[in-house]
């Protein structure tokens, strides 16, 4: 079975390549004090799909190149685009 993972695109500058940051929380073995571990992952995203700020899942598969190993499963939940508007009015 592949590997699945959750996490969030912080990335989709490349051509059908985009970065996911997955956070996972590890319990320290003497102290038992939890604190978080985030990894960067590269996923080939072949329709281009996935934005910035979306939550994804993605799986292991074979080495597609150098860095990607991991392809994209499907989209979780589409990030929320916030509009800005500037006045261009003088005081």
């Given at each position: 079975?592949?590997?699945?993972?959750t996490?969030?695109v912080?990335?989709?500058?490349?051509?059908?390549?985009?970065?996911?940051?997955?956070?996972?929380?590890?319990?320290?073995?003497?102290?038992?004090?939890?604190?978080?571990?985030?990894?960067?992952?590269?996923?080939?995203?072949?329709?281009?799909?996935?934005?910035?700020?979306?939550?994804?899942?993605?799986?292991?598969?074979?080495?597609?190149s150098?860095?990607?190993?991991f392809?994209?499963?499907?989209?979780?939940?589409?990030?929320?685009?916030?509009?800005?508007?500037?006045?261009?009015?003088?005081?």
């Open positions: 079975m592949a590997n699945l993972l996490g969030t912080v990335s989709d500058k490349r051509d059908k390549t985009i970065t996911v940051l997955v956070t996972t929380s590890k319990s320290h073995p003497i102290y038992h004090k939890k604190y978080t571990v985030s990894t960067k992952y590269v996923a080939h995203d072949e329709k281009n799909s996935a934005k910035n700020g979306d939550k994804v899942t993605i799986k292991s598969c074979r080495p597609i150098k860095t990607k190993n392809v994209l499963d499907k989209i979780i939940e589409k990030s929320q685009d916030l509009i800005v508007i500037k006045d261009d009015t003088e005081a």
